[in-house]
Structures are given as C-alpha cells and as structure tokens.
C-alpha cells in the first residue's frame, strides 16, 4: 500500500519570503506562515489560543512569484509535502521539517499581496500556463527536483519568533 505525505495549511507570513538560487541556477524561496487555533476554557471560561510556525519551501517559477508577491503578514493557502532534512553545524546534526510547496493561493485583499492569484504544479508540459478563465489562476510544469541530485540543502535561518 503505497503512502500519502500531503499538508494544507492556511496561514500569515512571518517575514518576507529569502529567495536564493541551486548551483543549477533553480530558484528557492523560503518563508515560514504562522497558524492559529483558538479556544474557550472549560475551567475559566477564558478564550486561548495557540500559534504555530511552519517553515515553507518553493522551488522554480512558483519561487519567484512568491518572492515577487508575497511579504510579511500576506495570507496564503499551501498544498504540499512534509520534508526532513538535515545539516552539519559546528559538529552538531540539525534537523529541519518543512513544507515543499505543489499549489499555493494568494488569500486576501490586493494589499496583502499585491496581486493575488494561484499557482500550482501541473502534471506535464513544463510550461507557464493559464490553468482556468480566472486571472487569478495559473498552472507550471513540475519544478520541484527535491533535494536529490547532487544539490546542496540549503540552510534556513531562525524562525522570527
């Protein structure tokens, strides 16, 4: 029976998306959203809520919309796959959780992000195409190699929080 690795998640930007390029010349942004649950006590009666922090990673074109569009605070819906990957710092393994990005929308008014619109990995062609009649909805080929292949992992730096 084969697996499912799927995430969607509906979150804020906790900083502006660090766009960086492979040795290929792929490009590779990187962000971190913050979602948020809340809820009444039981006990007290008083509402609480909690937020968590959830490192993103889009790779190709999708990469450099999200690069161009996006900033702190933007709400973006993200569809996607849980990726572990680690690193050797000063004698030391880290490991790092994130989300590889397949689709994603702009969520929000024009100020938020400055455009809109969503973009998702297709199944084939490779080119930039309209995915319906809607502006806001554009489809690409696959861009995401993954971390195989001889590239380097690149680093994330800390989470703004």
């Known amino acids: 029976m084969a697996g499912l690795n799927k995430v969607m998640l509906i979150g804020r930007l906790g900083r502006d998306p660090e766009i960086r390029y492979s040795q290929q010349g792929l490009a590779v942004v990187n962000f971190s959203i913050a979602t948020s649950e809340q809820w009444t006590d039981k006990n007290t009666g008083d509402r609480q809520e909690k937020t968590e922090w959830h490192r993103i990673v889009v790779f190709g074109k999708q990469a450099e919309i999200?690069?161009?569009?996006?900033?702190?605070?933007?709400?973006?819906?993200v569809e996607g796959r849980l990726q572990t990957r680690n690193y050797e710092k000063d004698g030391q393994t880290h490991y790092i959780t994130e989300i590889v990005v397949a689709n994603f929308q702009f969520l929000g008014g024009k100020q938020d992000?400055?455009?809109?619109?969503?973009?998702?990995?297709?199944?084939?062609?490779?080119?930039f195409q309209k995915a319906d009649s809607g502006p806001n909805n554009h489809s690409q080929g696959p861009t995401n190699p993954g971390m195989t292949g001889g590239q380097e992992p690149?680093?994330?730096?800390?989470?703004?929080f």
């Open 154 to 160: 690149i680093p994330d730096d800390d989470i703004p």
């Open 113 to 127: 992000n400055q455009g809109g619109g969503g973009y998702q990995q297709g199944g084939g062609g490779g080119g």
């Open 66 to 77: 999200c690069e161009k569009y996006l900033s702190k605070g933007s709400q973006i819906y």
